[in-house]
Nanobody, 125 residues
Framework: VQLQASGGGLVQAGGSLGLSCAAS????????MGWFRQAPGKEREFVAA????????YYADSVKGRFTISRDNAKNTVYLQMNSLKPEDTAVYYC???????????????????WGQGTLVTVSS
């Protein structure tokens, strides 16, 4: 599966931004999906994940209550709605696909086999 993330940009602190991740090559419903981010000079970190059906989600504590992950399998797209953005949310955001079929969601990068190219989100103070 090929993943294409989009929607990044510059936003003021307190603002909102929505990211999209479009899949091609294979149907997105085969995969659990996740969003990760990497800030300048920092390691990549988990942001959110969603089950294949969209019935379950999991968030990093740093974004819980502010970000919402969702998916539309008919459109082969996963979304990340980001509200109440903070300067520390500035990072390149990546979507990723986890092909595992077991119960539960992963939050470590090695569980995700396919990655998009990333989209930059900059939050100004």
């Amino acid at each position: 599966v090929q993943l294409q993330a989009s929607g990044g940009g510059l936003v003021q602190a307190g603002g909102s931004l929505g990211l999209s991740c479009a899949a091609s090559g294979r149907t997105l419903s085969r995969y659990k999906m996740g969003w990760f981010r990497q800030a300048p000079g920092k390691e990549r970190e988990f942001v959110a994940a969603i089950m294949r059906s969209g019935g379950g989600t999991y968030y990093a504590d740093s974004v819980k209550g502010r970000f919402t992950i969702s998916r539309d399998n008919a459109k082969n797209t996963v979304y990340l709605q980001m509200n109440s953005l903070k300067p520390e949310d500035t990072a390149v955001y990546y979507c990723a696909a986890d092909p595992s079929t077991g119960y539960g969601l992963s939050y470590w990068g090695s569980a995700f086999d396919y990655w998009g190219q990333g989209t930059l989100v900059t939050v100004s103070s």
